[in-house]
């Protein structure tokens, strides 16, 4: 019934930025908390940053502090995760996640919805 679908990946340079969408399909879709995680070849998924949609509030792992930025979008149902800085150890598949919880996790477990991802490549 709910589908998330991301999009905005690609090849870039170390330095470079770029802006990743997330954009919820659903007649009334609703969710507490959007999460982005990411998935490197050869390793565990981690969280990212999310967003608690009650509070406004965003949270990010240290790795990314200060260079990413996760929003809310123009468009009804869309988060956008900015990057800048962009790092290769940076490198993944990036997933934008819902969770119908109140609270913001950083486990996956805890996250309902998925979307399909999209590759973010650093070159060096």
């Known amino acids: 019934q709910v589908q998330l679908i991301e999009s905005g990946g690609g090849l870039v340079q170390a330095g470079d930025s770029l802006r990743l969408s997330c954009v919820f399909s659903g007649r009334n879709f609703f969710s507490h908390v959007v999460g982005w995680f990411r998935q490197a070849p050869g390793k565990e998924r981690e969280f990212v940053a999310a967003?608690?949609?009650?509070?406004?509030?965003?949270y990010y792992t240290d790795s990314v502090k200060g260079r990413f930025s996760v929003f809310r979008g123009n468009a009804k149902n869309t988060v956008h995760l900015q990057m800048n800085t962009l790092k290769p150890e940076d490198t993944a598949v990036y997933y934008c996640a819902s969770r119908l919880g109140g609270g913001v996790s950083y486990q996956q477990s805890q996250y309902d919805y998925w979307g399909q991802g999209t590759q973010v490549t650093v070159s060096s």
């Open positions: 967003i608690n949609w009650t509070e406004g509030s965003t």
